[in-house]
């Protein structure tokens, strides 16, 4: 088993930037690709983030390309997510994710944590 478990949500006005934080924990050695989802009011889940363990490598959704920075520190077991110039729609709740392998389901979620923008 694998337990995720975010942190750095909060209240930002629009603009403004906030650092999102997975740890994880347990059976970390079974992931290999960390995801961050997030879930809107009234909107499904969404893809946001992904990044490989080992080499690192990256994708983003279009929305966030050059406003979001996802890393990893793979001694600390915890992949970040680095939100600026925050827009109303990216108010949701994020949920960290990890997946044995790149093209299967994520296997494993956090609690979520949640972000909202202000206009």
């Known amino acids: 088993q694998v337990q995720l478990v975010e942190s750095g949500g909060g209240l930002v006005q629009a603009g403004g930037s906030l650092r999102l934080s997975c740890a994880a924990s347990?059976?970390?050695?079974?992931?290999?690709?960390m995801g961050w989802f997030r879930q809107g009011p009234g909107k499904e889940r969404e893809f946001v983030a992904s990044?490989?363990?080992?080499?690192?490598?990256?994708r983003y959704t279009n929305s966030v390309k050059g406003r979001f920075t996802i890393s990893r520190d793979n001694a600390m077991n915890t992949v970040y997510l680095q939100m600026s110039s925050l827009k109303p729609e990216d108010t949701g709740v994020y949920y960290c994710?990890?997946?044995?392998?790149?093209?299967?389901?994520?296997?494993?979620w956090g609690q979520g944590t949640q972000v909202s923008v202000s206009s």
């Open positions: 994710a990890a997946a044995p392998m790149e093209g299967v389901e994520y296997r494993y």
């Open positions: 347990g059976r970390t050695g079974s992931t290999y690709l």
């Open positions: 990044i490989t363990w080992s080499p690192g490598n990256t």
